[in-house]
């Protein structure tokens, strides 16, 4: 049902560090940058972009949502780990250290350096 997904920065270059290095682990990567955008694809089918970080069309601030949040769904719970852990490496903030939930997924949550929530899970045991 979701085409792709667009999350807003004030800061192209550093958003784009950021997001290098926290979706690297869940097999994503950057296949094409502008002056505005940058788009990331799954590794296997890089010519299906799923996610942009864009300077908003409007040219006004961007700003995150109260509320929003993205959830990136991964196969084991050490992509997990290590997309939380590299977040918090690269500038992100906690908002949920890894670990299972109500659901008996494990999922993680942090904040990216514009502030947006985003998270990943998975529902594999390993």
Request: hydrophobic share 30%; glycine share 10%.
């Amino acid at each position: 049902m979701i085409g792709f997904v667009m999350i807003g920065t004030n800061n192209l270059e550093e958003s784009s560090k950021f997001y290098d290095a926290i979706l690297s682990p869940l097999g994503i990567i950057k296949v094409n940058s502008g002056d505005r955008n940058i788009g990331y694809a799954n590794k296997d089918n890089p010519e299906t972009i799923k996610l942009y970080i864009t300077k908003p069309h409007n040219k006004e601030p961007a700003t995150n949502g109260n509320g929003t949040m993205i959830a990136l769904k991964t196969d084991s719970r050490v992509k997990v780990d290590k997309f939380h852990a590299i977040a918090l490496e690269s500038g992100g903030v906690n908002e949920g250290l890894p670990g299972p939930r109500h659901d008996n997924n494990y999922y993680a949550y942090i904040r990216d350096t514009d502030g947006n929530k985003i998270c990943a899970y998975t529902d594999s045991e390993n």
